[in-house]
């Protein structure tokens, strides 16, 4: 018996953000207008306003930028589920990069769409807080492996916060360790090196002023075991009951976001296509990277579900 190949949903996380993002979907898709429509009420403020308007430096703020990307991506998924495209196969996993995995407990059912958005607001300021409290910033690393990576954050006191593909690492640490984090690696022959436009070290140690408030804030919502397996980023491993998705949500915040495992988790489990669903490619180009015989598609505004939707009839 031929074992029929898997997809698996795919939701990014923070810097995917563009101003406009969804008013495309809003305007053609009652199940798209409705998710924003969620999110403003819950948070008591017209979020979907910032996202097709802007200002930019207002929707970059990262209070704001993660229930934004949550809500578009929700509205993303819920456009393409509202064309009927048939061959739009239900996922064997989903996952998420850093906040995407929100997105993923949704579509999973663990979360409903009204808490996550309050959620993951509140992740964005305690976030926010802590870079105010312990000052600090990430810097993606090109073109070295993981334990040259490793050996110069040793040496520099930063840390390793995103293991993204083969050759892209992202480092967390304080302004001076990762001027000399960035010293080590060009010296070691890093292609490139990029600063990432963030509020704060995330996924690293000093995150832990936020740890104890937003694991509170974790114990407060109700969760429920999710529908399909969600891999978890920190292990790379199925989260399936309540506790473990809370342990998670909470730990993430200050430890490595293990997506190229988590990539190849689902590989191994048997997943051929990817859906990176949301703003941005980002995703899929570090899938290809992992593994380039994989199959990725986009789907972030009418034009991606229009070209998908025409996919399936050349098949048909």
């Known amino acids: 018996m031929v074992e029929v190949s898997k997809a698996a949903y795919v939701f990014p996380g923070q810097g995917s953000q563009g101003t406009g993002m969804g008013l495309d979907l809003y305007n053609r898709y009652p199940a798209a207008r ?47 589920e509202a064309e009927d495209t048939t061959n739009f196969p239900s996922p064997a996993f989903a996952a998420g990069h850093s906040l995407g995995e929100y997105t993923a407990l949704v579509v999973a059912g663990a979360l409903d769409l009204t808490d996550a958005v ?30 040259m990576v490793r050996d ?3 040496h520099s006191g930063a840390e390793i916060s995103n293991i993204n593909c083969p050759g892209q690492i992202v480092i967390s640490g304080t302004t001076q360790t990762l001027a000399e984090a960035g010293r080590l690696a060009k010296a070691e022959g890093a292609r490139v090196l990029i600063p990432l436009k963030v509020s704060g070290a995330f996924h690293s140690v000093l995150m832990e002023p936020a740890i104890a408030e937003f694991s509170e804030v974790v114990s407060s919502f109700n969760f429920r075991p999710p529908a399909i397996p969600v891999i978890s980023n920190v292990t790379a ?3 399936t009951d309540v506790d473990s998705i ?30 990176e669903i949301g703003p941005g490619r980002v995703l899929s180009g570090l899938i290809r990277r992992i593994n380039s015989e994989v199959e990725t598609f986009n789907i972030s505004g009418i034009e991606d579900i229009t070209q998908l939707a025409y996919a399936e009839n050349l098949t048909d």
Not at 59 to 70: D, Y
Not at 253 to 271: D, F, T
Request: aromatic share 8%; with cysteine; glycine share 8%.
């Open 34 to 80: 409705a998710v924003f429509d969620v999110a403003d009420t819950s948070l008591g403020f017209p979020l979907s306003h910032l996202c097709f308007e802007g200002p930019e430096e207002e929707l970059k703020k990262t209070h704001n930028v993660q229930p934004a990307i949550l809500v578009v991506s929700i509205a993303c998924l819920k456009s393409v």
């Open 118 to 147: 309050l959620l993951v607001r509140e992740r964005g300021r305690l976030m926010y807080e802590a870079g105010l409290k312990n000052a600090g910033s990430m810097l993606a690393v090109i073109g070295l492996d993981e334990e």
């Open 152 to 154: 110069i954050s040793y």
């Open 237 to 239: 491993q199925p989260l």
């Open 246 to 275: 809370k342990e998670e949500l909470v730990k993430q915040l200050r430890n490595c976001i293990q997506w190229q495992a988590s990539v190849e988790y689902m590989i191994h489990g048997g997943v051929e296509t990817f859906y």
